[in-house]
């Protein structure tokens, strides 16, 4: 799905919403698909010296806190194309982000209504 739309992320620059055609031109420019890969992570209290010297409880925090910002960004991501979805996209979308449980004999449209509600 090419025509779909994503955040892109850059250490210095602020997030932006482009389509999924421009990415590989992007991220020749250093833009990058997660947050995540710029994250400080001593601001989430984790020691990097830890990390560097192979602490398996400290590896394992940085890898939650990264596991987590990923989640948000797929569901933002999700977001901008629910439109895009098809109709079990769009239900599991809700399940998976919002822990909502739409009823498939619901429309695909009657199901993004509700979740915009739900984010509201």
Same mark, same amino acid.
Do not use: C
């Given at each position: 799905?090419?025509?779909?739309?994503?955040?892109?992320?850059?250490?210095?620059?602020?997030?932006?919403?482009?389509?999924?055609?421009?990415? #590989?031109? *992007?991220?020749?420019?250093?833009? %990058? =698909?997660?947050?995540?890969?710029?994250?400080? @992570? &001593? +601001?989430?209290?984790?020691?990097?010296?830890?990390?560097?010297?192979?602490?398996?409880?400290?590896?394992?925090?940085?890898?939650?806190?990264?596991?987590?910002?990923?989640?948000?960004?797929?569901?933002?991501?999700?977001?901008?194309?629910? #439109?895009? *979805?098809?109709?079990?996209?769009? %239900? =599991?979308?809700?399940?998976?982000?919002?822990? @909502? &449980? +739409?009823?498939?004999?619901?429309?695909?449209?009657?199901?993004?209504?509700?979740?915009?509600?739900?984010?509201?």
């Amino acid at each position: 799905m090419d025509n779909f739309k994503r955040w892109v992320y850059h250490k210095t620059k602020n997030p932006k919403v482009i389509n999924n055609s421009e990415f #590989e031109r *992007m991220e020749a420019e250093g833009w %990058k =698909d997660s947050p995540a890969e710029f994250m400080d @992570l &001593t +601001l989430v209290g984790l020691d990097l010296a830890k990390i560097a010297a192979g602490d398996e409880q400290e590896i394992a925090k940085a890898q939650q806190a990264k596991d987590a910002v990923e989640g948000v960004k797929d569901s933002l991501n999700d977001q901008l194309n629910l #439109e895009k *979805m098809s109709k079990q996209e769009v %239900k =599991d979308h809700a399940t998976k982000h919002l822990g @909502l &449980t +739409l009823d498939n004999k619901k429309t695909k449209n009657t199901m993004v209504k509700e979740i915009k509600a739900a984010q509201e």
